[in-house]
Nanobody, 127 residues
Framework: QVQLAESGGGLVQAGGSLKLSCIAS????????IGWFRQAAGKEREFVAG????????QYSDSAQGRFFISRDNAKNTAYLLMKNLEPEDTAVYYC?????????????????????WGQGTQVNRG
């Protein structure tokens, strides 16, 4: 089982960028689909971006498309979320999740969202 830890959050002003990291422990990271999710205060947790082990299958939410970029480095057991042109609506706690790849990323997304196994996340605030 993969244990995940998110980092890199902070306060960003208008037009600013931030790069989040999701560091995994365990031997199966390179076989896992990784998803980034976020939860704003008083709202449901929602999908942001997902990537498969080969980085050939990448999915974004409509709000993330064109501004956020997901990537991974399997040698470092780390996934990233580069966020550009942050907007007030991006303020949230960001989480990553992992599942062994069995289907396209789009199929894993609702499963990870419902999975319920979340770390502490990292807070992003658009000032």
């Amino acid at each position: 089982q993969v244990q995940l830890a998110e980092s890199g959050g902070g306060l960003v002003q208008a037009g600013g960028s931030l790069k989040l990291s999701c560091i995994a422990s365990g031997r199966t990271f390179s076989s896992c689909v990784i998803g980034w999710f976020r939860q704003a205060a008083g709202k449901e947790r929602e999908f942001v971006a997902g990537i498969n082990p080969s980085s050939l299958d990448i999915q974004y939410s409509d709000s993330a498309q064109g501004r956020f970029f997901i990537s991974r480095d399997n040698a470092k057991n780390t996934a990233y979320l580069l966020m550009k042109n942050l907007e007030p609506e991006d303020t949230a706690v960001y989480y990553c999740a992992a599942e062994l790849e069995r289907w396209p990323v789009s199929t894993h997304i609702p499963r990870m969202l419902a999975g319920g196994s979340w770390g502490q996340g990292t807070q992003v605030n658009r000032g």
